[in-house]
């Protein structure tokens, strides 16, 4: 079982920045693929970004390419996506994932979710 608590979100102004963080429970956790999905109201639940355990490789979606980054930081449980250049549209709520191996940027690859973050962004 992998337990995951996303904190960080709020209202920002367009063009601010956000810091989103995922402590996860679990003594595997570096070994997981922790991604970030969002949710707007009336929308299906989006693929943001994602990285593996090893190799730290990333992926991500063309809406934030160039602006949010994906981390994480092993010996904290913890994952971080750092939002920067914050538009409208970017308002949802964002979750964090959790799967044992990369299945594609799709919801259903993920196991584990955490509750959710609102993050606002006003025009």
């Known amino acids: 079982q992998v337990q995951l608590v996303e904190s960080g979100g709020g209202l920002v102004q367009a063009g601010g920045s956000l810091r989103l963080s995922c402590a996860a429970s679990?003594?595997?956790?570096?070994?997981?693929?922790m991604g970030w999905f969002r949710q707007a109201p009336g929308k299906e639940r989006e693929f943001v970004e994602a990285i593996n355990g090893e190799r730290l490789t990333t992926y991500y979606s063309d809406s934030v390419k160039g602006r949010f980054t994906i981390s994480r930081d092993n010996a904290k449980n913890t994952v971080y996506l750092q939002m920067n250049s914050l538009k409208p549209e970017d308002t949802a709520v964002y979750y964090c994932?959790?799967?044992?191996?990369?299945?594609?940027?799709?919801?259903?690859?993920?196991?584990?979710w955490g509750q959710g973050t609102q993050v606002t962004v006003s025009s």
């Open positions: 994932a959790a799967a044992p191996e990369w299945r594609g940027p799709i919801a259903s690859g993920y196991d584990y």
């Open positions: 679990g003594r595997t956790f570096s070994t997981y693929v």
